[in-house]
């Protein structure tokens, strides 16, 4: 699939929070910045598959709630001195209406 889908209002999503949206493949966490920049990733840390919507939004990244990785959530790697990646999704806002784009971005290891 590769086509942008409506998801949710930008103001439904919390500051510094994420919503869930679940598709066939994954669960990909939606989360929203500070400055209302909003990322998408999969829900599953590359550690553990610690559910990284539950995690703390800082700083652009996801402090995973199992073991502390933290995950950019720009492009889905892990912050040294882990390793690993998560897949990454295109996500825009229109009008304050959230879009996601399912076809994943497969992560560079």
């Not at 409506?6 to 910045?33: C, H, M, Q, W, Y």
Request: charged share 20%; aromatic share 6%; net charge negative.
């Amino acid at each position: 699939m590769n086509q942008w889908i409506e998801i949710t209002l930008l103001k439904d999503i919390p500051v510094l929070g994420s919503r869930i949206v679940e598709t066939e493949d994954a669960n990909i966490a939606v989360f929203r910045g500070s400055d209302d920049q909003v990322y998408a990733v999969k829900d599953a840390c590359p550690h553990k598959q610690g559910p990284l919507s539950q995690g703390i939004m800082h700083d652009g990244t996801v402090t995973c709630p199992l073991h502390n990785w933290k995950i950019n959530l720009t492009n889905g790697e892990a912050q040294g001195p882990d390793s690993g990646c998560v897949n990454v999704y295109p996500i825009k806002v229109e009008d304050g209406q959230v879009f996601l784009k399912l076809q994943s971005e497969e992560p560079e290891v």
